[in-house]
Each structure stands twice: as structure tokens, then as C-alpha cells.
């Protein structure tokens, strides 16, 4: 389901950006022959809006987002765009659409700008014309419960020198089929690895975390780093910076291959894991499939039927806190 309205806004290199628009949402009027059609020049962010209990609304490190959106924008040769100027357009659609704006807890009106290249040619060079466009749909949580991943050694999201670290269109569409056949047998989402030695990058479309005591016998929280196959999620950043204010054990962005992770569990040094992303916040995981074999990721030794691990739910509840503004941050931004 989606709100009422929705954000337009044009470009031609001939004239540059037209006047925004916000107008009754519904279908957009597009050419055949446009890029976006034939060649994917499309790229989109995915941010949310939360209601504070006093009724005020606000976006989450909405900057983070935009920087993002001009990144990936880049790399597919659509024209720059006032990232400022922009995100107050978003508010203002927000404002138009504010009573979609849950007033649960957990509950969120989910943003989604999409830049498209819109110019009627075939020629493999960039599209001369393009749009802005913003809609939004109120949503509630994503993952009430631990999921099981099905680690993929035989296809890949993304490879060195490739585009993974963008948040492209064209990367989501090839990993549709691999993403529904694991469904087919059972398992949530594709846990992806990479290269010979089964390096473990990302979780279907979110960022994986492991906690675990490594193998220097230290508490660590470790991501994969940004070395350009991970998309630099804005949840990703979050989590990493909380925990590292925490202080608590060893937050570490590396390479962790899928047999040290196997190692893990054998030994019981595994603590728990997650995926983390606008949509879902994090979840919890509770098994891993790998060549051929299960392997059983605890999540709340001290509740059987816990959905989140202890330290999966102490960053989902500070990071939650704060995005419905019970916790003062500079990362809760007003529409106002």
C-alpha cells in the first residue's frame, strides 16, 4: 500500500532541473526506448520516517542517504542533484502525507527515491534526460523472527571491481531467481560468499554481523569492510558506531572467511548473528546451510524462543530509541 502523493522532478541537460512536484501518486509516463528501460540506469535509496510519542516526525541520518543516492548516481552517469534541496522536497512530500505516519513503536512510513535515466535513445553512451521520484508506504516490522541463510559459494551479489558497493537496480534483479530457489528449500535468504576461500560478504540484500570470541580468545563484533562489494548501509554505520561508544569487546570491519565461521561454531566460540538494513533493523539468525550441511547459530541460550540474540536486541532497542526520538541524537532529524 502507498500514500496519496508522490515527489517528481525532472531534468534535460538542455534546461537542468525543472520545479518539483508533488502530485496525486499513480503511474508514470515514460518512453519505450528510455534508458532506465534498457539499459537499467536506475538507482534508489530506502529510508523511513518515525513518529515520535509527542507526534513529531523525523528521518533517520537522511544525509547519509542522499550522499548515497549521488554516489551511486554517479557511477551510472545520471546528473548531479542538490542533495540539500532534495531532501527538504522529501520532507515536504512527508509533510503532505504525514497521517500514512504509523504512531507505533516499531512501526515506520517507508521513503523510497528513485532516479531513473528517461531519455528515448539506444545508444550506449548516458541519458540526457532524467527524473527524480519519491513515494511512500507505511510499513511495520520486517523480520519477527530469527531467519535461516543458505550459504551461496556458486553465484556472486557482487566482485572486485564490480558495482556492489552502489545501490544499483541491476544488482538486485540477478539475484531474484538465486533468492526464491533457497526459499524453495526452506531458507530465508542467501548468505553470500566469494572467491575460493568463501569469503563472507553480505546476507541477501542486508549486511551480515557476527559476535563471536575469535580466535585470539577476544569478544568481537566483525562486518566485512567497505572494499567496494559491500553496500555501505546507513544501519551498518549505526551499529558499528554504537557499539564502538559501548566499549564492550572488539567492533572490527574484515575479512571473516565461511570455514573460520564453521570453526566457530564447532568450537562454541560463536555467540550469535545478524543481518542488519533500513528495512528490518537487524535480525537474527538461527542456521546456516553450508555444503550441505546445517549448522545451528545460537541466538538467547537463556530463551528458546527468543527472536532476537541479547546483543542483536540491545542494538536494535538503541538504535530504535533513537530513531523515535526517546533518545536525544543528532541523528533524528526533524521534518519541520
Known sequence: NFTDH?????????????????????PLQIDPAAFVLNYSVETFE????????????NLFRPEKNMQRLATSSQRIKLPEFDQEQFLQCIKE??????????????????????FIGTEPNLNLMYSKEALLYVYLSPVGPYFPRTVKLYANSQQARAWPGGVGNFKLGGNYAPALKPAMDVVAKG???????????????????????????NADGEKE????????????????????????????????????????????VEEGRMIEAFGAGTA?????????LYEEKKFAIPVDPSNPDAVFGPLTNRLRNELLDIQYAKTPSPWTVPIQ
Not at 7 to 14: A, G, N, S, W
Not at 46 to 57: E, F, H, N, V
Not at 248 to 264: H, I, L, N, Y
Not at 280 to 288: N, P, R
Open 93 to 114: 512530500l512527508v509533510k503532505v502525507d504525514e497521517r500514512f505516519v504509523p504512531d507505533e513503536y516499531g512501526y515506520s512510513l517507508y521513503i523510497r527515491p528513485n
Open 6 to 26: 508522490m515527489l517528481c522532478i525532472k531534468y534535460t541537460e538542455e534546461n537542468g532541473w525543472e520545479a518539483p512536484e508533488i502530485k496525486p501518486y499513480g
Open 221 to 264: 563484533l566483525v562486518t566485512a569492510p567497505l572494499d567496494g562489494i559491500i553496500l555501505p548501509g546507513v544501519t551498518r554505520d549505526s551499529l558499528l558506531s554504537l557499539a564502538r561508544q559501548w566499549g564492550d569487546f572488539k567492533v572490527s570491519e574484515r575479512r571473516v572467511t565461511m570455514p573460520e565461521v564453521v570453526r566457530a
Open 280 to 288: 528490518c533493523v537487524v535480525c537474527s539468525v538461527s542456521e546456516i
Open 187 to 213: 531458507y530465508d535468504q542467501i548468505l553470500w560468499l566469494l572467491g575460493d576461500d568463501h569469503y563472507v560478504t553480505e546476507v541477501g540484500t542486508m549486511n551480515f554481523f557476527i559476535f563471536w570470541t
Open 46 to 57: 530506502g529510508m523511513k520516517a518515525y513518529r515520535a510519542a509527542d507526534g513529531t516526525i
